[in-house]
């Protein structure tokens, strides 16, 4: 019977994801680890990627030398730990409704995005296969989230140039990696009138090979003065 009981509880009760702890979990963490993520704040945050600066200065050496195609960045969480944890779930393990995290943390990333006075949303799409596997397209959910709350446009601009593409984990250099991206993303052929200030979603920005692709992507057609880049996460080591 005692068993029974022990069965029913992990049953009824939700388990945090990462440190598995029954404390109020919203978003597949508890509260301590929703906490963690929601507040990420650095002292200093470079102004044109969202990278955390130590030392003086409101720009990182990578944004002053000029290595982005896009214009701007924002992500609300490191991908590490729970962040890490919580992204692989969403992705792989169809927790898709977890992508309510966005509701959580709606004061941290709002009023910065909304700064950016972004006439259009579009996102990275995903592969044909892994279309397929997950049956959603995770960068396509954020984007249309974030429309909603911004109360713009949510735009296909970007498609597919092959239906699969390579795992990018499985790549071996940056250098590689880019390769990849670039036969596989497409851009508009043009920009519908009165879009001039993009803003491009995905879940993880890694390398920025892919978001660096869809900005240039974006601008090569035509009519667009700035991309600026939402993301979930990024690797920041």
């Not at 949510?154 to 699969?164: E, G, Q, V, Y």
Request: net charge positive.
């Amino acid at each position: 019977m005692r068993y029974t009981f022990l069965m029913l509880d992990l049953i009824i009760k939700p388990r945090c994801a990462h440190c598995k702890s029954t404390d109020n979990v919203r978003f597949g963490l508890c509260s301590s680890c929703l906490n963690t993520l929601t507040a990420y704040s650095p002292p200093a945050r470079c102004k044109v990627c969202g990278m955390a600066i130590r030392g003086e200065g409101n720009i990182c050496q990578r944004c002053l030398e000029g290595r982005d195609r896009f214009d701007r960045a924002f992500f609300l969480f490191p991908y590490a730990g729970e962040g890490r944890t919580l992204i692989h779930h969403i992705k792989f393990r169809d927790c898709v409704k977890w992508l309510g995290i966005l509701d959580a943390a709606e004061s941290v990333w709002r009023p910065v995005l909304e700064s950016w006075h972004p006439d259009a949303v579009t996102w990275i799409p995903s592969s044909l296969h892994t279309r397929w596997m997950r049956g959603y397209n995770v960068s396509g959910e954020l984007a249309k989230q974030v429309a909603e709350t911004l109360r713009i446009p949510c735009l296909p601009l970007l498609k597919r140039a092959r239906l699969f593409k390579r795992r990018l984990s499985a790549t071996g250099s940056p250098g590689e990696r880019r390769r990849v991206i670039r036969q596989f993303l497409k851009g508009p052929e043009s920009i519908p009138e009165g879009i001039s200030r993009i803003l491009l979603v995905d879940d993880v920005l890694t390398t920025g090979a892919t978001v660096n692709r869809g900005a240039k992507l974006l601008k090569q057609a035509g009519g667009v003065s700035e991309v600026s880049v939402f993301t979930l996460s990024r690797v920041c080591e």
